[in-house]
């Protein structure tokens, strides 16, 4: 691709499998609005295949973005097999270092921290209500935070490392995590869970930063509140510019991944914001939409 070039784009299609009339499809369409194909790579992954066209064109990113949406829902309603499609913006297939951050429950892990830990108090129905209620945005995450910690009172501490033992990382999420750090890039989490579990989970990955919520502990015992600022959606997007500022990462060059409302902030900061298996109102915010097992699908949408 000529570095003097129209301006770049990326349109990565990935499911469990793509079907030749969806691609044709999404292929057709890029053509029509007048873009021009100047390269097509093909990946494959576990449980997972991704083709990349990349494109040039004049028109602008949301221009592209509605003409791939439009062939790609068309297809989907002509019987081709579940795929899905998005459109990356050129800054993020441009040289330069990019910086990921992604939402820990639910995305860089599998559980909901707040839900093992309620386990050992006896009120994990209550307490799923009350994430699940959050995650859809339904209640103010830093109040039901608040709420769902309170019924942690009185456990011993030695409850988060056992909770520790039982995260399991998403499929894909350490493929996902070398490869960005192998090519030179930065990777952090940002968690409306504990510091305390998330520590160990991020040392071992080696990621570049991480923040998450510190629980409360007195005397070996959790205190039932949350000691400092809740990291909600607004500290989720201000983490997001601060680790970009500090690593000497352009804003057009991050990538922001999660499930939930209080992921919102920080997806709409990023120069792309990825859904993961995420709530109906994050998929529709969302400028690309994962709904795959596979987290490491995020690295096709730039050029390692």
Known sequence: MSP????????????????????????????????????????????????????????????????????????????????????????????????????????????????????????????????????????????????????????PESVIAEVGTRIELSDGAEALVKAFLSAGHAVAVVSGGFNQVLAPLAQRLELTCARANELGVENGVLTGKVAGQVVDRAVKAHSLRQWAAELGVREDQTIAVGDGANDLDMLAAAALGVAFNAKPAVQAAADAVLNLPSLDVVQHFVKL
Do not use: C, W
């Not at 021009?36 to 990113?61: M, P, Q, W």
């Not at 509605?66 to 899905?84: F, I, M, P, T």
């Open 4 to 155: 003097n070039a129209s301006p770049e784009y990326s349109v990565v299609s990935y499911g469990r499998e793509l079907a030749d009339a969806y691609l044709g499809s999404v292929q057709q369409a890029v053509v029509a609005a007048g873009a021009r194909i100047v390269e097509l790579e093909n990946a494959e992954g576990d449980g997972y295949v991704a083709s990349k066209l990349f494109v040039t064109y004049d028109g602008g990113l949301e221009a592209l973005r509605l003409a791939v949406a439009s062939a790609a829902a068309a297809a989907l309603d002509g019987g081709a097999a579940q795929a899905s499609s998005a459109v990356v913006p050129a800054s993020l297939i441009q040289p330069g270092r990019k910086l990921l951050v992604m939402d820990v429950d639910s995305t860089l892990i599998k559980q909901e921290v707040i839900e093992l830990l309620a386990a050992h108090a006896g009120k994990e129905e209550e307490v799923a209500a009350v994430t699940e209620a959050a995650m859809r945005g339904e209640l103010d995450f830093a109040q039901s935070l608040h709420a769902r910690v309170k019924t942690l009172a009185g456990l």
